[in-house]
Nanobody, 123 residues
């Protein structure tokens, strides 16, 4: 299971840190990702981190503002979001896939998903 938390209301330019805690499996050989879905829009992959090779990915829309990290001991992945913009407003979800699978599919196709956490950025 994946449990996302840390969302909230913040002013433009502010910061939030999302957490994704995993239970029932460990991160070894897994890629953990964040995706978001704004009202009326398709779910969009935002970032991922792979424990198997340490690779990270960021969507162009968040590159330079968001940072993904992993605490293996706590089985938790974080998404530090800085310089937030109103267009970052969305429900944010964390997702998981075995790294060997994750290499071949987009974030939106990952098989395991947690519940979302709402992020609202006011202008």
């Amino acid at each position: 299971q994946l449990q996302a938390s840390g969302g909230g209301l913040v002013q433009a330019g502010g910061s939030l840190r999302l957490s994704c805690a995993a239970s029932g499996f460990t991160f070894e050989d897994y890629t953990i990702a964040w995706a978001r879905q704004a009202p009326g829009k398709e779910r969009e992959g935002v970032s991922y981190i792979s424990n198997s090779d340490g690779s990270r990915y960021y969507a162009d829309s968040v590159k330079g503002r968001f940072t993904i990290s992993m605490n293996i001991a706590q089985n938790t992945v974080y998404l530090q979001m800085d310089k937030l913009k109103p267009e970052d407003t969305a429900v944010y979800y964390c997702a998981a896939a075995r790294s060997i699978v994750a290499r071949e599919i987009p974030i939106e196709s990952y098989p395991s998903w947690g519940q979302g956490t709402q992020v609202t950025v006011s202008s």
